[in-house]
């Protein structure tokens, strides 16, 4: 299990009393995402070097069910929406990018081995 290495938490949304209390707690959350994003990004390293056919990286099923997924949740911790879903997919979609570029690098590799 990843622990990541955020800075701590000093303010809520109704603790944080000025324009610095908020961009701290800003800068610490783009922090976590990206350590977040980079923990997604390894995991279309493994997605692609698993997956038997490049055909196979664009799933469209899968994508409609991450978005299912991403909206209920939404819902649970009071997430917009309209603010999550076009976030999600860029992110599927920069991330399908990223394994058919992985997936090639894998095959190319492999070939020139054999």
């Given at each position: 299990m990843t622990t990541y290495t955020s800075d701590a938490r000093k303010h809520t949304s109704d603790t944080a009393e000025t324009m610095a209390d908020v961009r701290y707690e800003v800068d610490r959350i783009d922090r976590l995402l990206v350590e977040i994003l980079a923990e997604r990004q390894s995991m279309?390293?493994?997605?692609?070097?698993?997956?038997?056919?490049?055909a196979a990286v664009h799933d469209r099923a899968r994508i409609e069910d991450v978005i299912a997924k991403v909206k209920a949740e939404c819902a649970k911790h009071g997430?917009?929406?309209?603010?999550?879903?076009?976030?999600?997919?860029?992110?599927?979609?920069r991330c399908i990018a990223y394994e058919f570029e992985s997936y090639d690098a894998l095959r190319l590799a492999a070939e020139a081995k054999s």
């Open positions: 279309m390293d493994a997605a692609a070097r698993i997956k038997g056919a490049r997430l917009s929406p309209a603010i999550a879903e076009p976030v999600w997919r860029t992110l599927i979609d």
